[in-house]
């Protein structure tokens, strides 16, 4: 799938729990692959960082697997 980044900047993230994340604000590649590494959440304090790996869908939300507990 192609998208382009500026379609993903802003959207809310859910994780798979149904809870909300976040926005995204930053997406961080790997300019070698072009794949996306990371997803950075603006949060109060800082930046948190989402492993793109976790992304499991992106469409009009972006649906993350949540963490184990």
Do not use: C, H
């Not at 729990?17 to 959440?41: M, S, W």
């Amino acid at each position: 799938m192609v998208m382009r980044l500026s379609k993903i900047y802003g959207k809310q993230i859910y994780n798979t729990k149904g809870n909300y994340v976040g926005y995204v604000d930053e997406v961080l590649i790997d300019v070698d692959t072009g794949q996306g590494r990371v997803i950075a959440l603006a949060l109060p304090g800082g930046k948190v960082g989402i492993p793109y790996e976790r992304v499991l869908s992106i469409g009009d939300i972006i649906l993350v697997k949540a963490k184990e507990d």
